[in-house]
């Protein structure tokens, strides 16, 4: 099994770009998500869905996009790249709420 | 909602030292609770997890019990090594119909030989 894939690894980008992050999982997890890793503040919460065609949103959604139109895919989009945008992002994936999330190696994005 | 307050770090410990780091949560309802690992470079992993009040979670010598009524899930660990260092990050989801995985701001082991 593949797991998690997440692509670019690496990914830099000028101010008002856009870009879409892909996150791939094969397990047939419902619940899936997307985090940004900032130095001294854990992992927060950007988007989530509970299955396909149903996503929210997370502590700090602005500036984010998602949509989740097969159980597999659930892509990031960033409408309009910021500086502040410039962070580690992973994204997750669940079979259920109260079960082992399953992490990709993320993605580490630089706004220049 | 639900929150997690996570002992700060960093932490530094010689090898064989007693490994503690504090996790309190706030949630409604019955949470589950869980302890992800985070290596250099790399993205997190589960290292141990509880369902219900009273579990105690254990993986590779770590140990944490699901004590609701202090709201605390404490990582443990009773001689580190010098391969234990990372992030480790306390989460919990779950209860009363909030089904995202919230974490801790995670706190940062370096254990010296």
């Known amino acids: 099994n593949a797991g998690v894939t997440q692509t670019p690894k690496f990914q830099v980008l000028k101010t008002g770009q856009s870009m879409t992050l892909q996150c791939a999982q094969d397990?047939?997890?419902?619940?899936m998500s997307w985090y940004r890793q900032d130095p001294g503040m854990g992992l927060r919460l950007i988007h989530y869905?509970?299955?396909?065609?149903?996503?929210d949103q997370g502590e700090v959604p602005n500036g984010y996009n998602v949509s989740r139109s097969t159980t597999e895919d659930f892509p990031l989009r960033l409408l309009s790249a910021a500086p502040s945008q410039t962070s580690v992002y992973f994204c997750a994936s669940r079979p259920n709420w109260n079960t082992e999330a399953f992490f990709g190696q993320g993605t580490r994005l630089t706004v220049v | 909602g639900n929150s997690v307050t996570q002992m700060e770090g960093p932490v530094t410990l010689s090898e064989e030292a007693f490994l503690t780091i504090n996790c309190t949560y706030t949630a409604t309802g019955y949470p589950s609770l869980f302890w992800y690992v985070q290596y250099p470079g790399e993205g997190l992993q589960l290292l141990l997890k509880a369902t219900k009040a009273d579990d105690k979670g254990s993986n590779k010598g770590f140990e944490a019990t699901y004590r609701k009524e202090t709201t605390s899930f404490h990582l443990e660990k009773g001689s580190v090594q010098v391969s234990d260092s990372a992030v480790y990050f306390c989460a919990l989801s779950g209860g009363s119909n909030d089904y995202k995985l919230s974490f801790g701001a995670g706190t940062t082991v370096t254990v010296r030989a």
């Open positions: 397990m047939n997890h419902e619940y």
């Open positions: 869905s509970v299955g396909a065609g149903i996503t």
